[in-house]
T-cell receptor, first 114, second 115 residues
Framework: NAGVTQTPKFQVLKTGQSMTLQCAQDMNHEYMSWYRQDPGMGLRLIHYSVGAGITDQGEVPNGYNVSRSTTEDFPLRLLSAAPSQTSVYFC?????????????FGSGTRLTVV | AQTVTQSQPEMSVQEAETVTLSCTYDTSESDYYLFWYKQPPSRQMILVIRQEAYKQQNATENRFSVNFQKAAKSFSLKISDSQLGDAAMYFCAYWDAGNNRKLIWGLGTSLAVNP
């Protein structure tokens, strides 16, 4: 089925480890983004991309890197995991930067940093 | 800066009854869009309904409808004939056509459906 695929669904990291959260979409969407969801804080934008080769920072970019080498993929890298990065991470995409049709979300990754 | 406020952290409704979730927003823009998303326990974020600010007619999707009051900057979601599967977290979100071009999210309302 067409949609946004995120892997892994669950991950436990030790402080200081690095890892990459994968996100892929097969809808030819231009716009892709990463959010983190924390209790009482809603969804906060980490990074986004308006097309291959173009990325930009959101509200909470520190500690995260992204790249967009293809239209389909938008991985999120944690450089040196910290307990404050324990969260649920969502990848979302939309047809264009003009996201007036709403976003399609992946199923999320629950990350725990110990 | 635009903000979205959901004043009801938790709500409950009896199965088959109607419930209304509140959302207010603050903006100086005239061209924008509003959304309601549902997040069930599975964690998946699902778009429920979308409203364009320039349309006066309230959006409707099956049992879900909105009451959009542009002057009051209010965008409430009405769920009719509530079902057990409607139990979820509901998020209101705002997007404008200006330079921002990012979704602004409310903190959510947790809806319980009682059998």
């Amino acid at each position: 089925n067409a949609g946004v695929t995120q892997t892994p669904k669950f991950q436990v990291l030790k402080t200081g480890q690095s890892m990459t959260l994968q996100c892929a979409q097969d809808m030819n969407h231009e716009y892709m983004s990463w959010y983190r969801q924390d209790p009482g804080m809603g969804l906060r934008l980490i990074h986004y991309s308006v097309g291959a080769g173009i990325t930009d920072q959101g509200e909470v970019p520190n500690g995260y890197n992204v790249s967009r080498s293809t239209t389909e993929d938008f991985p999120l890298r944690l450089l040196s995991a910290a307990p404050s990065q324990t969260s649920v991470y969502f990848c979302a995409s939309s047809y264009s930067r003009v996201s007036n049709y709403g976003y399609t979300f992946g199923s999320g990754t629950r990350l725990t940093v110990v | 800066a635009q903000t979205v406020t959901q004043s009801q952290p938790e709500m409950s409704v009896q199965e088959a009854e109607t419930v209304t979730l509140s959302c207010t927003y603050d903006t100086s823009e005239s061209d924008y869009y509003l959304f309601w998303y549902k997040q069930p326990p599975s964690r998946q974020m699902i778009l429920v309904i979308r409203q364009e600010a320039y349309k006066q007619q309230n959006a409707t999707e099956n049992r879900f409808s909105v009451n959009f009051q542009k002057a009051a900057k209010s965008f409430s979601l009405k769920i009719s004939d509530s079902q057990l599967g409607d139990a979820a977290m509901y998020f209101c979100a705002y997007w404008d056509a200006g330079n921002n071009r990012k979704l602004i999210w409310g903190l959510g309302t947790s809806l319980a459906v009682n059998p």
